[in-house]
């Protein structure tokens, strides 16, 4: 696997819009948009975060408000505080760190283990429990998989390919280039 | 080895923790003054005064689970109602919501429900939800 | 001093707003604007107008730069856009095409 290229926002740094791309990041400043990112996710103790965040790894030692899916993993560490929804296969959630939202482990309903499946039989009771889950994840899961097997353009959560950038591009010749007409 | 199923209403008494045994099946509510510690497979509402420990080949299915401390290394089907922490070890498989004065979930844990811990954002991402 | 790395492989599609050094290595399109300074390295591709300190572009920049202090364009890089700094180096292979303004 190639190693991933590092992006850190740094603490005095404040960001606004979506970031996508194959790279590890570091955020400890300010960042609020949308992440799409093909690499591993730290939110430092410093940092705190207004977007949803899709990535491989997400690890939380600071504030989010947001939901996280991870493809691998997602650790809220101690000081994490989190108001979002968490998804990932593996989900850790140490002492002293902090959710508000719904968290589920697992691929959602592609690869639900079989001791989900059992519960789901035997608890009538948490029946809508069991099927919510599996209806939210019913159209996210494939989407999920195809993102995480694109190596090349980046794509949202949801399999969609990146849409017109919120912030009109500068194209060449117009606004960014006031070049003098010869 | 055989099955014990008791019905409706079942209490347990206080004093040293209550172990309910790897083959015991229970239907019915538990209340319990003490700690209780699960090892066999329950149906029906747990309410301890105590802590309550489910134990990794235990199967907890219902409403409500109540208690001090919580700490699952089972299956648990129920929301977890603690005063104290709320611990998922990693064996632990659980469908619920929690609530405690600390939730943890373990590296391997299975879970699906809402966690609702009690906290505040940082004003620069504005008020939770 | 810390400073922001924006680092190879990533698209930021928005607004950079950092109180500290900002190191361009991916891509930005739409902002920029650094209280400190600015370098665009080679490979990196900035679609937006830049505002900042001491800038050090080899890269491509499109956009209007404004210094408060110099502009030093490298040798490679590529800039279409007005150049607003008190000092500008333009380096031998700089590409360059736009206004300069050292009236600051």
Redesign the interface.
């Known amino acids: 696997m190639a190693t ?22 570091e955020v ?3 960042l609020e ?1 949308e992440l799409a ?1 093909e690499g591993d996710v730290r939110v430092d103790s410093t940092g ?3 977007a949803d965040i899709h990535a491989r790894r997400i690890v939380v030692r600071g ?3 947001g939901n996280l899916t991870g493809d691998e ?1 997602i ?1 809220l560490e101690d000081g994490a ?1 989190v ?1 979002g929804d968490l998804r990932a296969p ?17 691929l959602g309903g592609a690869r639900s ?1 079989a ?2 499946k059992s ?2 039989h ?2 009538p ?2 029946a809508h ?2 099927h919510t ?1 599996a209806k939210t994840h019913a159209a996210p899961a494939p989407a999920k998989k195809e993102a995480a097997k694109k190596d090349a353009k ?1 794509t949202l959560a949801g399999g969609k390919t990146a849409p017109k ?3 009109p ?4 010749g117009t606004k ?5 007409r010869r | 080895m055989g099955a014990l199923m008791a019905q409706a209403k079942r209490s347990i008494s206080h004093g040293g923790p209550a172990v309910l045994g790897a083959s015991v099946r229970i239907r019915g509510r538990i209340t319990g003054e003490g700690d209780v510690s699960i090892l066999g497979t329950v149906e029906g509402d747990v309410v301890v005064r105590g802590d309550l420990t489910v134990g990794e080949h235990a ?1 907890v ?3 409500t689970l109540e208690a001090q401390a919580v700490t699952i290394a089972g ?1 648990v ?2 929301d977890v109602n603690a005063t104290g ?1 709320v611990r998922l070890g990693s064996t632990a ?1 659980v ?3 929690l609530k405690g004065s ?16 009690d ?4 004003a ?3 008020k ?2 | 001093m ?21 190191v361009v ?2 891509t930005i ?3 920029l604007t650094a ?1 400190d300074g600015v370098t665009v390295e080679a490979g990196a591709v900035v ?3 830049i505002h900042g300190g001491p800038m050090t572009v080899a890269g491509s920049v ?3 730069v404004t210094s408060s202090d110099r502009v030093e364009l490298q040798s490679g890089a590529r800039v ?3 150049v607003k700094a008190a000092r500008i180096t333009i380096a031998d292979g700089a590409h360059f ?3 300069v303004d050292m009236d600051v």
């Not at chain 1, 593996?90 to 697992?106: K, N, Q």
């Not at chain 1, 960014?176 to 003098?180: E, F, H, N, Q, Y």
């Open positions: 991933n290229t590092n992006t850190i926002i740094g603490r005095d740094t404040r960001v606004r819009g979506r970031l996508a791309g194959r790279t590890d990041l400890q400043g300010h948009g990112i705190t975060v207004a504030a989010v408000k993993s650790v505080r108001v593996r989900v850790t959630i140490a002492v002293g760190g902090l959710v508000r939202g719904y968290v589920e482990t697992g283990s001791p989900h519960a789901a035997h608890a009771a948490k429990v069991a889950p980046i950038p919120v912030v591009v500068l194209k060449k960014g280039a006031l070049t003098k | 199967k299915d219902s409403e299956e089907n129920a922490p498989r469908r619920g919501d600390e939730i943890s979930i373990d590296d391997g844990a299975q879970f699906a429900g809402r966690i609702e811990a906290f505040e954002l940082p620069s991402l504005g939770g939800r | 810390a400073s922001t790395i924006i680092g190879a492989n990533i698209t930021i599609e928005g607004e950079v707003i950092a109180d500290e050094d900002v290595q991916g399109r739409g902002k209280k679609e937006a107008d499109t956009g209007n279409v856009g007005n095409k736009g206004n």
